[in-house]
């Protein structure tokens, strides 16, 4: 009897886990948001070197919030301000570089990442498939658009940006799915900041690679 009644009482109680992670989790994006925009307009005047010194140390603030994780979680929240702002000053010179040849173009990648991230949001948190094999393909798919980007540098290839960030939009539509799955099927309250991070990161690379679209890979 008391163990039906357990199992009875659990539904509730994993559900208001579930959305208090959702809140929580929703919060430090929109934080690591607003910080974001405090970097890119503080390194507004950033040389690119600069930003790239910046973007390397964002990335160690994501290692080292992997491993804060297990010890402190005001420590994790801490480095993902961090690595807000270190985010935001890395693609500062790229915003200001859009900001000056085709400021529209910016208004309409921020829109429709928003819709994206909406749409393709609602959908892996909705669905009832698991989507971890999905992610892992998409993994590997990344590894290898990472490699396509790096031979654009040294080789130009007609239409090779528009092309990069399609397939771009692809992987991480799924990666988008994936961690909003993630979110509705997670019930630790701590993980929320490594939530927020990846999230973020979705956030981030989907609306780069619509910048590159809708501007016609003009930067090639």
């Known amino acids: 009897m008391s163990a039906s009644l357990t199992h009875q009482s659990a539904g509730p109680i994993a559900r208001d886990q579930v959305q208090t992670l959702f809140a929580q989790t929703m919060g430090y994006v929109a934080m690591t948001a607003a910080l974001f925009a ?4 503080v390194g507004r005047n950033l040389a690119g070197g600069a930003g790239i010194i910046a973007f390397i140390a964002a990335f160690a603030c994501l290692i ?3 491993f804060a994780a297990r010890k402190s979680r005001e420590l994790t929240v801490v480095l993902l301000a961090v690595f807000g702002v270190l985010l935001g000053l890395a693609v500062a010179p790229v915003l200001v570089y859009y900001a000056r040849m085709s400021p529209d173009v910016l208004w309409q990648a921020g829109g429709a990442t928003a819709l994206f991230i909406a749409g393709f949001g609602a959908a892996g948190y909705a669905t009832r498939r698991d989507l971890t094999a999905v992610a892992r393909v ?5 590894l290898a658009l990472i490699v396509f980007g790096i031979v654009l540098i040294f080789v130009h290839v007609p239409g090779g940006s528009l092309a990069y960030s399609v397939l771009g939009l692809v992987i991480f539509a799924a990666f988008t799915m994936f ?3 993630r979110l509705r099927r997670n019930q630790d309250i701590s993980s929320a900041p490594l939530l927020a991070a990846s999230i973020f990161l979705d956030i981030i690379n989907v609306f780069l690679f619509f ?3 809708f501007s016609g890979g003009e930067r090639e």
């Open 38 to 41: 405090l970097g890119a307009y």
């Open 64 to 66: 080292g919030m992997r």
């Open 138 to 142: 998409a993994f590997w798919a990344l």
């Open 179 to 181: 961690d909003f799955q």
């Open 211 to 213: 910048l590159t679209i």
